[in-house]
């Protein structure tokens, strides 16, 4: 197993699936961009529940980060060129959404302390 974060867009809608015992899941794509350009697609799943609303609460082409267990993957393309890929399941979701309340949530803390 490799723990790793990831981040990139999505690609397409994610989608809420269930399982055989009844169970949501949710599953996505992520388009990431690797240092030397290429494009490099996470298959994404999740099944925690805040991983789950996070990634349902989003559309296609959102950026998002990803923390969870990564399992490289190798496939062919159109042409039958040999591309690299990932598959995630999901552990945590960070969006530009949680940012953005994280710091406004500091900022408002900063304002409250007393000046001298």
Same mark, same amino acid.
């Given at each position: 197993?490799?723990?790793?974060?990831?981040?990139?867009?999505?690609?397409?809608?994610?989608?809420?699936?269930?399982?055989? #015992?009844?169970?949501? @899941? !949710?599953?996505?794509? $992520?388009? &990431?961009?690797? =240092?030397? %350009? /290429?494009?490099?697609?996470? #298959?994404?799943?999740? @099944? !925690?529940?805040?991983? $789950?609303? &996070?990634?349902? =609460?989003? %559309? /296609?082409?959102?950026?998002?980060?990803?923390?969870?267990?990564?399992?490289?993957?190798?496939? &062919?393309?159109?042409?039958?060129?040999?591309?690299?890929?990932?598959?995630?399941?999901?552990?945590?979701?960070?969006?530009?959404?949680?940012?953005?309340?994280?710091?406004?949530?500091?900022?408002?803390?900063?304002?409250?302390?007393?000046?001298?």
């Amino acid at each position: 197993m490799i723990d790793g974060l990831i981040s990139g867009k999505l690609h397409g809608q994610p989608e809420q699936r269930t399982s055989r #015992n009844e169970k949501p @899941f !949710a599953i996505a794509k $992520v388009r &990431a961009a690797s =240092a030397s %350009g /290429d494009v490099l697609f996470a #298959n994404c799943i999740a @099944f !925690a529940p805040d991983a $789950v609303a &996070a990634l349902l =609460a989003l %559309g /296609d082409g959102d950026s998002i980060a990803l923390a969870g267990e990564l399992t490289p993957k190798a496939w &062919a393309d159109r042409n039958g060129e040999a591309r690299a890929g990932l598959d995630v399941v999901v552990h945590a979701v960070l969006t530009t959404y949680h940012v953005q309340r994280k710091r406004r949530a500091v900022q408002q803390g900063q304002s409250d302390e007393p000046q001298d």
